[in-house]
């Protein structure tokens, strides 16, 4: 492999007159959008009752249990970063790390089938691209590996899922290798081991709203259907409509993205027609609530996410959303006035959304009133044990990448955010962050900005692009593999001309109200 590894991502170009600036353009989410009311809806896994068995040849019950924007987060973050913790009423909790994921999952599903239910593990979108070096490296080959051994059955696309392409996306689902030789190439290897081909993901990716351009059939299947103790139930997988707006020109290229909302509508009579009446919709796209400190709440939440939960098609019986990288289980009114839960895990696999469905023997339809959904936390410093199989493709992926990870970089100075790190968390007094400066700091330092003899004056980083803190190793060394966890694109730092107005009016744009 080259010791020459570098970010991935795309490039952005603009062409104005005046003031010379530096835009460093990163994946975004969506912003937030005024919403309807929306409640919380939170419950307990549900327990096996006496009579739990007459219950059951009337109703199937089926337990989903969900994750969204895991980004190739194999390992565990440390809990000096906030990535590592997830925040509770009673203080934050360390969580995340595959090794733990899969333990909780398999422990979950145990549970599951104890009460007699099946449990199907299900995704949002975003598994892959933007990820840390053990992954990117590989071309995300260990992030698709390690899915399929965490028992993951479904998954919808996301926009990261199309940072290198469709082709590529479509060699994560088939498999097979890069050609690229034994060492790689492009500064990234496929199938390092020849002795282990890479066989794909034996999970469904699905891509409704996603078509070619040329033929508009879409580019993986809109849904699949699972069987629950004799009942059928249809999971249609969206990414959102507005991908091409935050990935890479080529990596959308040759494709149609479709409204989300009509897209079901298009297929709700083709699932009916099937004698299908239950219907996940997996969606990557999501909302945010205003309460960040409980991951079951839903205060205020407000996002495209909500709005397209509000007006699906009724016969949509629940949606599991991701994209904003929020944790919460709501409740809205479908068209027709029922109720419908929308629902996220957070992201980088620090909590799991657990969905406990009860199906109609009579008609195949989900009974609403039943549905409940909790939000557990995947954690990770309470005696859970790792998973051996995870740790060991982990270790062996790391042995590979090491040489290359391992290179330091420089220090973080004593008086910076922290003994060993420096935070993309906002400041309280602002919504800039001690890494964002740091970043723009390097931009406008950049040489290589320098355009027609002008050096920029003034840099902009997005906080959706900073994707980590900048964390020393126990050395007190900044490594290559921290660096690239902060931004794991291939973005260019683009330098163009711009007058004040023009300043004014792209920061303006980063504001809702």
């Known amino acids: ?290 309460d960040i400190t409980d991951i079951n709440a839903c205060e205020n939440g407000a996002g495209p996410g909500l709005d397209i939960a509000k007006a699906l098609h009724p016969e949509v019986d629940l949606v599991i959303s991701g994209h904003t990288h929020q944790p919460y289980t709501c409740t809205v009114r479908d068209p027709n006035g029922r109720k419908r839960m929308i629902t996220s895990a957070y992201s980088i696999g620090r909590v799991v959304t657990e969905i406990n469905l009860k199906i109609r023997r009579r008609n195949g339809e989900i009974v609403r009133r039943a549905v409940g959904a909790t939000n557990h936390i995947v954690t990770n410093s309470d005696g859970t044990e790792a998973d051996d199989a995870i740790t060991a493709l982990i270790n062996r992926y790391k042995a590979l990448v090491e040489p290359i990870s391992n290179e330091v970089l420089g220090h973080i100075a004593p008086l910076a955010t922290g003994p060993d790190r420096v935070t993309r968390d906002a400041d309280p007094n602002g919504r800039d962050s001690a890494l964002g400066n740091l970043i723009a700091d390097g931009q406008v330092a950049d040489p290589s900005t320098i355009k027609d003899g002008k050096a920029p004056v003034v840099a902009l980083m997005n906080p959706g692009g900073i994707r980590a803190d900048l964390v020393e190793d126990e050395n007190n060394d900044v490594d290559y593999g921290a660096a690239f966890s902060v931004q794991p694109f291939n973005n260019y730092v683009v330098s163009m001309d711009l007058t004040g107005q023009q300043i004014l009016d792209v920061l303006n744009e980063q504001w809702n109200g």
């Open 1 to 290: 492999m080259s010791a020459n590894i570098r970010s991935r991502g795309f490039a952005l170009a603009a062409a104005a007159t005046g003031l010379s600036l530096l835009v460093s353009p990163l994946a975004l989410t969506s912003g937030a959008q005024a919403g309807g009311s929306v409640t919380t809806a939170a419950s307990s896994p549900i327990a096996k009752k006496p009579g739990a068995g007459k219950q059951g040849r009337w109703r199937a019950k089926l337990d989903l249990y969900a994750i969204n924007d895991f980004h190739g987060q194999l390992e565990r973050i440390p809990s000096t970063s906030s990535s590592g913790r997830v925040a509770t009423p009673g203080g934050s909790v360390d969580a995340g790390g595959a090794e733990y994921l899969s333990t909780h999952l398999d422990q979950w599903r145990d549970e599951s089938r104890a009460r007699g239910a099946k449990p199907i593990t299900v995704a949002a979108g975003d598994l892959i691209g933007a990820t840390p070096l053990l992954s990117a490296a590989f071309h995300d080959e260990p992030t698709i590996q390690t899915m399929n051994k965490i028992g993951l059955k479904v998954s919808s696309v996301g926009n990261h899922e199309f940072d290198e392409g469709k082709k590529e996306l479509r060699r994560m689902q088939r498999g097979g290798c890069l050609d690229d030789g034994p060492d790689g190439a492009n500064n990234q290897n496929s199938c390092p081991d020849l002795n282990r081909p890479f066989g794909g993901a034996k999970f469904d990716y699905l891509a409704a709203n996603v078509k070619r351009t040329a033929t508009n059939k879409t580019l993986l299947p809109p849904y699949t259907v699972r069987k629950v103790d004799g009942e059928r139930v249809a999971f249609v997988g969206m990414t959102l409509q507005n991908t091409p707006n935050i990935v890479t020109k080529s990596g959308v290229a040759g494709l149609r993205f479709t409204d989300e909302v009509k897209t079901v509508d298009r297929l709700i009579p083709k699932i009916r027609a099937k004698g299908i009446d239950a219907v996940v919709v997996l969606l990557h796209e999501g909302l945010a609530p205003t």
